[in-house]
Nanobody, 113 residues
Framework: QVQVVESGGGLVQPGGSLRLSCTASGSIFSIYVRGWYRQAPGKQRELVASLTSGGTTNYADSVKGRFTISRDNAKDMVYLQMNSLKPEDTAVYYC???????WGQGTQVTVSS
């Protein structure tokens, strides 16, 4: 059974950076590899960034130019590099594996001074 596991969240000051990591052991092939979503209190879960097997990336307008999704094929890891973080980026971030349709448990990102 595929297990999706995220790591790398935490507390950071505005303007700071964090890198989230996601692995999905046993995942099967899918055109879309993995995506990062986030959910802030009282809000719906939204797509932050996604990555296809061909390397095509897609970003929410609110994070373009600040966040970067990438993949390490050798480690089967997908990363979300988050720079210039803002308080409005505070949320639980989830990794979604498109091949299996499974979600990770989520990792909290808090941007606050």
């Amino acid at each position: 059974q595929v297990q999706v596991v995220e790591s790398g969240g935490g507390l950071v000051q505005p303007g700071g950076s964090l890198r989230l990591s996601c692995t999905a052991s046993g995942s099967i092939f899918s055109i879309y590899v993995r995506g990062w979503y986030r959910q802030a209190p009282g809000k719906q879960r939204e797509l932050v960034a996604s990555l296809t097997s061909g390397g095509t990336t897609n970003y929410a307008d609110s994070v373009k130019g600040r966040f970067t999704i990438s993949r390490d094929n050798a480690k089967d890891m997908v990363y979300l590099q988050m720079n210039s973080l803002k308080p409005e980026d505070t949320a639980v971030y989830y990794c979604y594996d498109y091949g299996s349709g499974r979600w990770g448990q989520g990792t909290q990102v808090t941007v606050s001074s």
